[in-house]
């Protein structure tokens, strides 16, 4: 998996490819952990770019989601 984090007014825009597994799911969830402990409340994930993702990958999405929603985003 490769993960480019841009911030743009305030958002972060995820740009994640290759692959999302088990292997790496860790690896989304600690680097979305960081961003918003900078104070971003608001992301966007790209996954255009993307070739395959198992259940612990949408599994980091959904936990994701609902650090994002906790936060006020």
Do not use: P, Q
């Amino acid at each position: 998996m490769k993960l480019d984090i841009e911030r743009r007014d305030g958002v972060s825009i995820c740009r994640v490819s290759g692959e999302l597994d088990a292997s790496n799911s860790r690896e989304l969830l600690d680097a979305f952990d960081r961003e918003f402990a900078d104070g971003v409340t608001k992301a966007v994930f790209s996954l255009e770019a993307l070739d395959y993702v198992d259940s612990s990958g949408l599994g980091a999405l959904g936990k994701a989601l609902k650090i994002a929603r906790a936060k006020g985003g």
